[in-house]
């Protein structure tokens, strides 16, 4: 696992971890990706507060989470989103030294 922890060099870990307690719209579309696959715009949006969840992505990547987006693969205007397997593995290794470390 520290190899997919060694592939993220910029990722500031400290702040990613806090996002899965936060109230924040930042927080809860990254709480919407971790699952893993796919995930329309829409349900971002949802998540996310409004329309700004394009922004919410945006932080979510200045954090150095890799958000990849693409256009949908339904007839949908609105893009679709996720985080790669290999950063979910990282960040499921940093959340279990967080609570190791408590």
């Not at 190899?3 to 307690?21: G, M, T």
């Not at 971002?44 to 949908?72: H, K, M, Q, Y």
Request: glycine fraction near 8%; proline fraction near 5%; include cysteine.
């Amino acid at each position: 696992m520290e190899l997919f922890v060694a592939s993220y060099p910029n990722a500031q870990w400290d702040k990613i971890l806090q996002l899965r307690d936060q109230d924040t719209a930042k927080a809860k579309v990254f709480r919407a990706l971790l699952p893993g696959g796919w995930v329309p715009g829409e349900r971002l949006e949802g998540a996310g507060g409004g329309w700004d969840f394009r922004t919410r992505v945006a932080r979510i990547r200045n954090l150095g989470v890799p958000v990849v987006s693409r256009e949908s693969q339904v007839e949908r205007a609105c893009h679709e989103y996720h985080i790669p397997q290999t950063f979910l593995l990282a960040y499921e290794e940093k959340e279990r030294e967080k609570w190791r470390a408590a």
